[in-house]
């Protein structure tokens, strides 16, 4: 049976994502090339043609006008080859269209020796029967939320029985932009057009300058309005 050595260490927040080349559904790319000055979500899946993950690629497909607005360049990664996965996008289309306008245009890395899989420890080394008939491991169903600097800034790992949110991922995303943007943080359900909080390396001198409609709740906890473009 075909197997992979166990990473020693796993990648942190704060890591540089690593680079790669690969062969995907728009052509061959260099992940940071093609991620340029641009945010990036790589997201991956255990096989195609697979019923979560056909849900969650065509929910991705119809977000596109909203990652778009947010600088955010999505990937998603099977461990299988072109040619499925070009029959996988039939099939993403059409179902997704029951829900809304369903067009896959984003690219997915071909994965079928791991090898990308493996560099982000993807696999999946728990179940020892969840491989393909080569004896490879399949992939976890993991998201990366990669900023311009190529620097991660969020990992999630789903069980297999757990769709993932995209809402909940484009949050995030929102809150980390707006993190870096203005100093603040958020707080617990934030989302887009909610108070932030004044971030706690922010004097009282400073924040009345930057936040001058702040709250003082507690002595560290302040909160402000935010608006975001």
Same mark, same amino acid.
């Given at each position: 049976m075909a197997s992979f050595p166990k990473h020693e260490y796993t990648l942190r927040l704060g890591s540089i994502? *690593?680079?790669?080349?690969?062969? $995907?559904t728009i052509g061959t790319i260099n992940f940071h090339e093609w991620l340029g000055d641009s945010w990036g979500v790589l997201f991956s899946h255990p096989g195609d043609f697979t019923p979560v993950c056909t849900t969650e690629l065509g929910e991705v497909a119809r977000r596109a006008p909203d990652f778009?607005?947010? /600088? =955010?360049?999505?990937?998603?990664?099977?461990?299988?080859? !072109?040619? %499925?996965?070009?029959?996988?996008?039939?099939?993403?289309?059409?179902?997704?269209?029951? =829900?809304? *306008? $369903?067009? =896959?245009?984003? #690219?997915?890395?071909?994965?079928?020796?791991?090898? =990308?899989?493996?560099?982000? %420890?993807? !696999? %999946?080394?728990?179940?020892?029967? /969840?491989?393909?008939?080569?004896? !490879?491991?399949?992939?976890?169903?993991? @998201?990366?939320?990669?900023? #311009?600097?190529? @620097?991660?800034?969020? $990992?999630?790992?789903? #069980?297999?029985?757990?769709?993932?949110n995209f809402d909940e991922i484009i949050r995030v995303i929102d809150a980390l932009q707006a993190g870096d943007a203005h100093r603040i943080a958020t707080p617990v359900n934030w989302k887009r057009g909610d108070d932030a909080i004044v971030h706690v390396s922010v004097g009282a001198d400073e924040a009345a300058t930057l936040f001058p409609d702040h709250v003082v709740h507690l002595p560290y906890l302040r909160t402000t309005p935010l608006k975001l473009d």
């Open positions: 994502a *690593p680079n790669f080349d690969a062969e $995907t778009a607005k947010r /600088n =955010v360049k999505v990937i998603g990664l099977s461990a299988n080859n !072109l040619d %499925d996965h070009t029959a996988w996008i039939k099939d993403i289309n059409e179902y997704g269209g029951k =829900v809304g *306008p $369903t067009d =896959v245009q984003f #690219p997915i890395i071909a994965d079928a020796d791991r090898k =990308v899989s493996y560099m982000y %420890d993807m !696999l %999946d080394y728990q179940d020892a029967t /969840n491989r393909d008939a080569k004896g !490879l491991p399949f992939t976890i169903r993991t @998201v990366f939320v990669i900023d #311009p600097k190529k @620097v991660i800034r969020l $990992t999630l790992a789903y #069980p297999a029985v757990a769709g993932r």
